[in-house]
């Protein structure tokens, strides 16, 4: 089973930046290379943006599938796993603005069809619930849908409003209120947005995104990329082996909205960079909640002591990607690292990495 493995990151290693001043491009290509090659990654890339989405810094090193000798390049798309959840978050929110959606809607509201059939426990939980954590869903699907639903002949959207239908027609797993990182409370907002993207003239959650969330044209999708960069995973045998771009390359396509996204790094930075601006609903996003005392928001974790001023962050794998977003908002500035194989060595890099490029493009150290 592919689990879908989520690391976000809540507290960021607590060393001194390497940095004071913005890098050459030889200089980051090169500082890329000595940190893949310790974390022995198989590509890694990063990018830096700020609040006006203009490209700080963008560099990549490595190949795009372990001994095929093709160098990964600028313009390929990675696999963002759980980054997804800010996005799908962004994208309720936008929908808000438009009058299709509200904020504070419960689940009654937000499934009416399955109103009927939801155990009373589930009547006050919302939206902000859902995407926040606390809803009291379950982390994950059970092994079972895992293993079958690659194979299913049924419909994403059928497949997510069958999860919310088993789900809510018990108890809550967890207690409502307090935070389980649940893929499967996103799935179940996803179930949402298929309605909300039926009326809308779209077929479901996905056509809904790369229409109205994101300009076409840029290597949004959803999967793992159809072409270039691939996943890895132990191999058999030992070492790392690409995994292709079919079914078993990621998480159950019904998973898209906790995490299955890929985009280039320069889309994605430019899109995060609106973060950085916040209006009315990106504020609501990267608030803390229920209340200041939470280190969650809306699809960010919340870092309140990072060495580089306040900072949000998530990270997110499938187990053969890994992906770091860090928002400064202080320094006005998105830093994104990527890379195409995941381990606990990997995630310390690419955090570090993350933390020294903040630095070294306007976040200023807290000592």
């Known amino acids: 089973m592919l689990k879908c493995l989520v690391s976000f990151l809540f507290a960021l290693a607590l060393v001194m930046p390497a940095w004071s001043e913005s890098m050459s491009p030889e200089d980051l290509t090169a500082k890329l290379e000595t940190v893949r090659d310790k974390a022995g990654l198989v590509a890694l890339g990063a990018v830096v943006a ?37 996005l799908t978050a962004l994208l309720y929110g936008r929908l808000v603005e438009r009058g299709e959606a509200r904020w504070g809607a419960t689940l009654p509201e937000l499934l009416p069809d399955l109103a009927d059939e939801m155990d009373a426990a589930w009547s006050d939980i919302t939206i902000e619930d859902l995407l926040a954590h606390r809803s009291g869903m379950a ?35 967890t207690e409502p209120g307090s935070f389980t990182y649940s893929n499967y409370g996103y799935m179940v907002a996803g179930a949402a947005l298929d309605r909300i993207a039926e009326r809308m003239g779209h077929q479901n959650y996905e056509s809904l ?22 996943g890895h995973r132990k191999g058999l045998f030992g070492g790392l082996k690409g995994q292709g771009a079919g ?20 889309a ?25 005392a939470s280190d969650y928001a809306l699809g960010w974790g919340v870092v309140s002591d990072s060495p580089s001023g306040a900072a949000l962050g998530h990270s997110g794998s499938n187990t053969m990607w890994l992906s770091t977003v860090r928002l400064y908002p202080d320094a006005g500035v998105v830093v994104i690292v990527n890379t195409n194989s995941f381990s606990e060595k990997g995630v310390q890099a690419l955090n570090g990495l993350a933390e020294d490029l903040a630095a070294a493009y306007g976040a200023a150290s807290q000592d």
């Open 50 to 86: 700020d609040a006006d989405g203009q490209i700080l810094a963008l560099a990549v090193t490595g190949d795009r599938v372990r001994g095929k000798g093709a160098a990964a390049q600028p313009d390929d798309a990675w696999h963002i796993g759980s980054n997804t959840k800010m």
């Open 139 to 173: 982390a994950n699907p059970g092994v079972t849908w895992f293993l079958t639903s690659r194979a299913s002949s049924n419909t994403v959207e059928a497949q997510r409003t069958s999860l919310a239908r088993a789900a809510l027609a018990k108890p809550p797993k």
């Open 209 to 230: 995104f790369l229409a109205e969330l994101v300009p076409s044209g840029e290597g949004w999708g959803f999967g793992p990329p159809p072409e270039g960069i691939e």
């Open 247 to 266: 079914l078993d390359a990621d998480n159950p396509p019904a998973l898209a909205p906790a995490g299955t996204l890929h985009v280039p790094l320069e």
């Open 268 to 292: 994605h930075a430019r899109l995060l960079s609106r973060f950085l601006t916040p209006d009315e609903t990106v504020a609501k996003l990267l608030m803390p909640y229920p209340d200041e």
